[in-house]
């Protein structure tokens, strides 16, 4: 337990660095810029730039976190391009929540729900489910997650849960009782705020009025509004003259990162930030434009990642548009670090990468430099070694600066020959508890720029760090790791902390010097004697991990051991190897072993996969328990794929596979089709281990998620095993599509079933909860003749009819791919159907568009009539075809005058049934009757409510949308919700800028284009 003493020194030494970090902000000013122009929305460059000063400090080895790939992939970033040491971005935070999902202990509830978010964004759901439930155990019945972190984390993560989604996985009485509980209602300066006894914390207030906006029933709760109310009240009190919004006393805030929670906040309760204006008429959107971006190309007072990262969201949430495929992201230098001899050379390279992964070589155009000319000249990239020393070697071109190292050392390689001065021991543990560094002793030297200074003795241990350029001494960063909210860097001396910054504090001979990323300020950080024990613990030398790894390595290739035996001998070892002890060469051999074991558990192994020829049909039996122990290997490869990334083994990324691949020989898929049959306790493995399972031929693979691959198991009882059939199916045997092209004869039959012990097939009764992705190769097809724009799967249905469903050319145009949940029999078709009498018409692309959907249909040979006026029951038909509703045939009509013969019965009964269309009264639908543009967007607005859109407007939500139409009062008060919802959405707009016409009849072109509104608007929620 803290001693009082300790705890007095604790907050003495806070005070001295907070000190002074406010006497130097506070004397700073914010650049005098141009006026803002109120209401400006084009934000496209800043987010560009933010987007692109995290790219460069990505890979300059800046580590990047679950919220910043967040943000960075809402911008539009493809992070699997974002490489450092030849490990993606992706790839890195792939690794980091399978290592939490193993062990999320010692986590942060923030950081695993930042994980969550991510995941989510990504579209992995699975992985989005399993890291909430984490988070649902680690809540106590008070409603905190008690992780030692208090409300700097609950408050973020219960916000981020929120945003992912998953906020029903937790108790949400209880989340609800501990946030309202946790504010300050104390009359004073502080009411309404979040915070500990250091005071009210602004980005916890922020995130605790948005976690409660999202609360099951909020709105109508009294006691969340009033909290929600009283806590945007107190951060409005923190506006500053220029606009800004953050804390300043007892010290200050980053403005950048206050003002940016506080736009987040604002648009999530529904307040324009351009209504907050200061004394002097500034907002926070003006800060934002004008206080915000650095001329370096960071943001904020901090410049580094984290305020990029809230920079990017504030201008995401403004408006900003996502920037172009062709947009550049970031300029590389290459290779990031060479070491030469003193008169030596080394060619650098200069890469523009582009969001699209596009790269182009600009190292002869690029303007070259090397920070520190006296220890190296470049000129187009070709670096010259003149003495020794370390050197930054960067390269400039269109607006982007990348850099490189570059170390000069004497012709024996020793470095440099000047006399050191003091040995002090040193060690430095990271953010995750791991050695960075030592504990070890090193040489610090009288010249050192630092001097002999606990600053200096951190520069003696050449791991990379940096130094705030606002506050001398203040260490923001220390190899990639950087500091974040109230967690960073911290230093002691003979395990005393001192209340001084880290470059006045002189060390002597022999002390004792560790730097640790703190995360809490309670936490004292290590003592000198067990880091010393820890290190003593390991029990392998460099020079016998070596031999231990070669033998595994043959092991792996002869066949002699398998994938699981391979990474539990690794991990056996990694647990003797302290990071201290992995030496280049030892790197270098688990990268080998690595690429080795990544190519074993990318496919079964052949003698897993019985194959035999049944009737030109290929028939896979899978092997139980070769599958099983493939499942189990890929899931300890994610593991092990963690703890070889903080030992900065290359391609350790390689080993995180969130799938099963079964491969089919490539002479047998050459047939008309092939069945792979599984065990069900291998099928089990997959569900239970939460990876997609995946069965490729050479010209067709398919992908089943988890969810689907159980729904497939629970189709029958006592299932022995699955199975997957994909057959050829020639044009001859089904019915085309009218006035589309079958492509390549891609027609593909897809059945999979759970198999009886008595030898029966049941399939789901239905749709998959995830989709399946099945991906179709056009190798040796003539594409050049094919519309891209037209080109899309569709599915048939069980009568006969087809149904679109879409799908995606890759970029070389060599495979299509889409999604599905359920079997059925597949087909890749362009549309080539067009209208003679719609060239020129302003609704020609819409109507293109759905009558490729099969949404509408001609009127007759090449005619749309786009002018013609709907009916009531054309509309019905219309609607229930975009939604993808199959037609239903009743026995007894559902209204009296749609009879069973008349043509739009079964459209009419399947619209009824589903809640879309009501009658007219008595019994009637008036299916002839001309529908009016009121009427239609109440079809419109019920599909709305059914998408879970809130339809429900108050009275002055209503007037307020329909306000600018001057015959809004025209609109039947039974339609009034209903049309201004519409127009809310974007689906229904006026004929005119003044008028809304809610009476007159809707053309077929008015419906098509509403209807394509409407889809975009749904986009999926349907």
Same mark, same amino acid.
């Given at each position: 337990?803290?001693?009082?003493?300790?705890?007095?020194?604790?907050?003495?030494?806070?005070?001295?660095?907070?000190?002074?970090?406010?006497?130097?902000?506070?004397?700073?000013?914010?650049?005098?810029?141009?006026?803002?122009?109120?209401?400006?929305?084009?934000?496209?460059?800043?987010?560009?730039?933010?987007?692109?000063?995290?790219?460069?400090?990505?890979? $300059?080895?800046?580590?990047?976190?679950?919220?910043?790939?967040?943000?960075?992939?809402?911008?539009?970033?493809?992070?699997?391009?974002?490489?450092?040491?030849?490990?993606?971005?992706?790839?890195?935070?792939?690794?980091?929540?399978?290592?939490?999902?193993?062990?999320?202990?010692?986590?942060?509830?923030?950081?695993?729900?930042?994980?969550?978010?991510?995941?989510?964004?990504?579209?992995?759901?699975?992985?989005?489910?399993?890291?909430?439930?984490?988070?649902?155990?680690?809540?106590?019945?008070?409603?905190?997650?008690?992780?030692?972190?208090?409300?700097?984390?609950?408050?973020?993560?219960?916000?981020?849960?929120?945003?992912?989604?998953?906020?029903?996985?937790?108790?949400?009485?209880?989340?609800?009782?501990?946030?309202?509980?946790?504010?300050?209602?104390?009359?004073?300066?502080?009411?309404?705020?979040?915070?500990?006894?250091?005071?009210?914390?602004?980005?916890?207030?922020?995130?605790?009025?948005?976690?409660?906006?999202?609360?099951?029933?909020?709105?109508?709760?009294?006691?969340?509004?009033?909290?929600?109310?009283?806590?945007?009240?107190?951060?409005?009190?923190?506006?500053?003259?220029?606009?800004?919004?953050?804390?300043?006393?007892?010290?200050?805030?980053?403005?950048?990162?206050?003002?940016?929670?506080?736009?987040?906040?604002?648009?999530?309760?529904?307040?324009?930030?351009?209504?907050?204006?200061?004394?002097?008429?500034?907002?926070?959107?003006?800060?934002?434009?004008?206080?915000?971006?650095?001329?370096?190309?960071?943001?904020?007072?901090?410049?580094?990642?984290?305020?990029?990262?809230?920079?990017?969201?504030?201008?995401?949430?403004?408006?900003?548009?996502?920037?172009?495929?062709?947009?550049?992201?970031?300029?590389?230098?290459?290779?990031?670090?060479?070491?030469?001899?003193?008169?030596?050379?080394?060619?650098?390279?200069?890469?523009?990468?582009?969001?699209?992964?596009?790269?182009?070589?600009?190292?002869?155009?690029?303007?070259?430099?090397?920070?520190?000319?006296?220890?190296?000249?470049?000129?187009?990239?070709?670096?010259?070694?003149?003495?020794?020393?370390?050197?930054?070697?960067?390269?400039?071109?269109?607006?982007?600066?990348?850099?490189?190292?570059?170390?000069?050392?004497?012709?024996?390689?020793?470095?440099?020959?000047?006399?050191?001065?003091?040995?002090?021991?040193?060690?430095?543990?990271?953010?995750?508890?791991?050695?960075?560094?030592?504990?070890?002793?090193?040489?610090?030297?009288?010249?050192?720029?630092?001097?002999?200074?606990?600053?200096?003795?951190?520069?003696?241990?050449?791991?990379?760090?940096?130094?705030?350029?606002?506050?001398?001494?203040?260490?923001?960063?220390?190899?990639?790791?950087?500091?974040?909210?109230?967690?960073?860097?911290?230093?002691?001396?003979?395990?005393?902390?001192?209340?001084?910054?880290?470059?006045?504090?002189?060390?002597?001979?022999?002390?004792?010097?560790?730097?640790?990323?703190?995360?809490?300020?309670?936490?004292?950080?290590?003592?000198?004697?067990?880091?010393?024990?820890?290190?003593?613990?390991?029990?392998?030398?460099?020079?016998?991990?070596?031999?231990?790894?070669?033998?595994?390595?043959?092991?792996?290739?002869?066949?002699?051991?398998?994938?699981?035996?391979?990474?539990?001998?690794?991990?056996?070892?990694?647990?003797?190897?302290?990071?201290?002890?992995?030496?280049?060469?030892?790197?270098?051999?688990?990268?080998?072993?690595?690429?080795?074991?990544?190519?074993?558990?990318?496919?079964?192994?052949?003698?897993?996969?019985?194959?035999?020829?049944?009737?030109?049909?290929?028939?896979?039996?899978?092997?139980?328990?070769?599958?099983?122990?493939?499942?189990?290997?890929?899931?300890?490869?994610?593991?092990?794929?963690?703890?070889?990334?903080?030992?900065?083994?290359?391609?350790?990324?390689?080993?995180?596979?969130?799938?099963?691949?079964?491969?089919?020989?490539?002479?047998?898929?050459?047939?008309?089709?092939?069945?792979?049959?599984?065990?069900?306790?291998?099928?089990?493995?997959?569900?239970?281990?939460?990876?997609?399972?995946?069965?490729?031929?050479?010209?067709?693979?398919?992908?089943?998620?988890?969810?689907?691959?159980?729904?497939?198991?629970?189709?029958?009882?006592?299932?022995?095993?699955?199975?997957?059939?994909?057959?050829?199916?020639?044009?001859?045997?089904?019915?085309?599509?009218?006035?589309?092209?079958?492509?390549?004869?891609?027609?593909?039959?897809?059945?999979?079933?759970?198999?009886?012990?008595?030898?029966?097939?049941?399939?789901?009764?239905?749709?998959?909860?995830?989709?399946?992705?099945?991906?179709?190769?056009?190798?040796?097809?003539?594409?050049?003749?094919?519309?891209?724009?037209?080109?899309?799967?569709?599915?048939?249905?069980?009568?006969?009819?087809?149904?679109?469903?879409?799908?995606?050319?890759?970029?070389?145009?060599?495979?299509?791919?889409?999604?599905?949940?359920?079997? $059925?029999?597949?087909?890749?078709?362009?549309?080539?159907?067009?209208?003679?009498?719609?060239?020129?018409?302003?609704?020609?692309?819409?109507?293109?568009?759905?009558?490729?959907?099969?949404?509408?249909?001609?009127?007759?040979?090449?005619?749309?009539?786009?002018?013609?006026?709907?009916?009531?029951?054309?509309?019905?038909?219309?609607?229930?075809?975009?939604?993808?509703?199959?037609?239903?045939?009743?026995?007894?009509?559902?209204?009296?005058?749609?009879?069973?013969?008349?043509?739009?019965?079964?459209?009419?009964?399947?619209?009824?049934?589903?809640?879309?269309?009501?009658?007219?009264?008595?019994?009637?639908?008036?299916?002839?009757?001309?529908?009016?543009?009121?009427?239609?967007?109440?079809?419109?607005?019920?599909?709305?409510?059914?998408?879970?859109?809130?339809?429900?407007?108050?009275?002055?939500?209503?007037?307020?949308?329909?306000?600018?139409?001057?015959?809004?009062?025209?609109?039947?008060?039974?339609?009034?919700?209903?049309?201004?919802?519409?127009?809310?959405?974007?689906?229904?707009?006026?004929?005119?800028?003044?008028?809304?016409?809610?009476?007159?009849?809707?053309?077929?072109?008015?419906?098509?284009?509403?209807?394509?509104?409407?889809?975009?608007?749904?986009?999926?929620?349907?």
């Amino acid at each position: 337990m803290m001693t009082l003493k300790k705890a007095f020194k604790r907050v003495l030494a806070f005070t001295a660095v907070f000190s002074l970090l406010a006497c130097l902000f506070l004397s700073s000013a914010l650049p005098n810029k141009a006026e803002a122009q109120a209401g400006t929305n084009d934000f496209g460059d800043l987010a560009t730039k933010a987007v692109q000063f995290n790219y460069q400090a990505f890979t $300059s080895g800046t580590q990047l976190g679950a919220y910043d790939a967040c943000i960075l992939t809402l911008a539009g970033a493809d992070l699997s391009i974002w490489v450092y040491q030849d490990n993606s971005l992706k790839d890195a935070l792939l690794g980091s929540v399978y290592a939490t999902l193993q062990n999320p202990g010692p986590l942060p509830a923030k950081q695993i729900a930042h994980q969550c978010l991510a995941m989510s964004e990504w579209g992995y759901s699975d992985l989005a489910g399993q890291l909430a439930v984490i988070l649902k155990e680690k809540q106590g019945a008070d409603g905190s997650f008690n992780d030692g972190y208090g409300i700097y984390s609950d408050m973020p993560a219960y916000e981020a849960l929120a945003r992912a989604g998953k906020i029903g996985v937790v108790n949400t009485v209880y989340t609800r009782n501990y946030i309202l509980n946790s504010q300050c209602t104390t009359d004073g300066a502080t009411y309404g705020s979040w915070g500990s006894f250091w005071g009210p914390d602004f980005m916890s207030t922020a995130q605790a009025v948005r976690a409660l906006t999202w609360l099951p029933g909020a709105d109508s709760d009294q006691q969340i509004q009033t909290a929600i109310a009283n806590g945007v009240a107190w951060m409005r009190n923190q506006q500053q003259a220029d606009g800004s919004v953050y804390i300043t006393a007892p010290w200050p805030d980053d403005p950048l990162i206050d003002t940016a929670e506080t736009i987040h906040t604002l648009k999530t309760v529904g307040v324009d930030p351009l209504t907050w204006k200061s004394p002097q008429e500034k907002t926070p959107v003006e800060y934002m434009v004008y206080g915000a971006p650095n001329d370096d190309g960071s943001f904020g007072t901090l410049r580094n990642v984290t305020d990029a990262t809230w920079a990017l969201y504030a201008y995401l949430l403004l408006g900003s548009s996502v920037p172009t495929p062709s947009a550049p992201v970031g300029l590389s230098v290459i290779p990031a670090a060479a070491t030469i001899i003193a008169g030596g050379t080394q060619q650098y390279q200069a890469v523009v990468k582009f969001f699209n992964g596009a790269e182009s070589d600009v190292t002869t155009d690029a303007a070259w430099a090397a920070a520190d000319s006296i220890v190296a000249s470049v000129n187009s990239g070709l670096a010259t070694g003149l003495e020794i020393g370390l050197a930054t070697v960067s390269a400039t071109y269109g607006g982007l600066t990348g850099t490189a190292t570059l170390t000069v050392t004497t012709s024996d390689g020793t470095g440099s020959e000047a006399t050191y001065d003091i040995p002090v021991g040193v060690a430095v543990v990271g953010k995750s508890d791991e050695l960075l560094f030592g504990p070890a002793s090193v040489q610090v030297k009288k010249n050192n720029k630092w001097g002999i200074t606990a600053l200096g003795t951190l520069d003696a241990t050449d791991l990379p760090y940096t130094v705030s350029d606002l506050w001398t001494g203040f260490v923001t960063c220390i190899a990639g790791q950087c500091n974040e909210g109230t967690q960073g860097w911290m230093y002691s001396v003979n395990n005393e902390m001192p209340a001084t910054s880290a470059d006045e504090k002189p060390v002597h001979d022999n002390d004792k010097v560790i730097w640790w990323y703190s995360k809490s300020m309670i936490f004292e950080g290590p003592t000198w004697n067990e880091l010393v024990l820890r290190i003593a613990t390991g029990t392998v030398s460099p020079s016998e991990a070596l031999t231990t790894l070669e033998e595994v390595q043959s092991a792996l290739q002869d066949g002699s051991i398998d994938a699981g035996q391979g990474i539990n001998k690794l991990s056996e070892l990694l647990g003797k190897l302290e990071e201290g002890q992995v030496t280049g060469e030892l790197q270098r051999k688990l990268a080998e072993v690595v690429k080795t074991l990544a190519q074993i558990i990318a496919v079964l192994p052949g003698h897993a996969v019985n194959v035999q020829i049944k009737e030109e049909t290929v028939e896979a039996n899978i092997d139980g328990n070769a599958f099983k122990n493939q499942v189990n290997a890929v899931a300890k490869a994610a593991v092990l794929a963690t703890k070889l990334a903080k030992l900065g083994v290359v391609d350790a990324g390689m080993l995180a596979r969130d799938n099963v691949t079964v491969q089919l020989p490539t002479a047998t898929t050459q047939r008309k089709g092939f069945a792979v049959t599984l065990p069900s306790d291998a099928v089990q493995a997959v569900v239970e281990s939460a990876l997609n399972l995946v069965v490729q031929g050479d010209d067709i693979s398919i992908n089943l998620p988890p969810k689907a691959v159980k729904a497939i198991l629970q189709a029958a009882n006592n299932v022995s095993g699955m199975r997957l059939s994909i057959q050829k199916v020639t044009p001859e045997q089904i019915r085309l599509l009218e006035d589309a092209a079958i492509i390549g004869g891609k027609v593909l039959d897809i059945d999979i079933a759970a198999v009886t012990l008595q030898g029966s097939k049941e399939k789901p009764k239905a749709n998959f909860e995830q989709k399946t992705a099945v991906t179709i190769s056009l190798e040796g097809l003539d594409m050049s003749k094919v519309n891209p724009a037209k080109l899309a799967v569709y599915r048939q249905r069980q009568g006969g009819s087809w149904e679109f469903l879409g799908g995606r050319l890759s970029p070389d145009g060599k495979e299509f791919s889409f999604e599905t949940e359920q079997t $059925s029999v597949y087909a890749l078709m362009e549309f080539r159907k067009t209208f003679r009498d719609i060239k020129t018409h302003w609704a020609q692309k819409e109507i293109e568009s759905m009558a490729m959907r099969l949404t509408v249909k001609g009127v007759g040979g090449d005619t749309f009539a786009p002018d013609q006026r709907v009916t009531r029951a054309q509309f019905a038909a219309f609607l229930i075809r975009s939604l993808g509703i199959e037609e239903q045939n009743p026995a007894k009509p559902v209204f009296r005058d749609v009879p069973p013969g008349y043509w739009g019965y079964k459209a009419i009964a399947a619209a009824f049934n589903e809640g879309v269309v009501t009658g007219v009264g008595e019994g009637d639908f008036a299916p002839e009757r001309k529908i009016t543009r009121e009427e239609m967007a109440a079809m419109v607005a019920r599909v709305l409510k059914r998408s879970a859109t809130d339809t429900d407007l108050t009275e002055t939500e209503k007037k307020e949308s329909l306000a600018k139409y001057t015959d809004s009062r025209q609109v039947s008060t039974w339609a009034r919700n209903a049309v201004a919802t519409c127009v809310n959405q974007g689906i229904l707009r006026g004929r005119s800028a003044t008028t809304i016409a809610p009476l007159g009849d809707v053309t077929r072109a008015e419906a098509v284009v509403t209807l394509a509104r409407f889809l975009r608007t749904t986009a999926g929620a349907v």
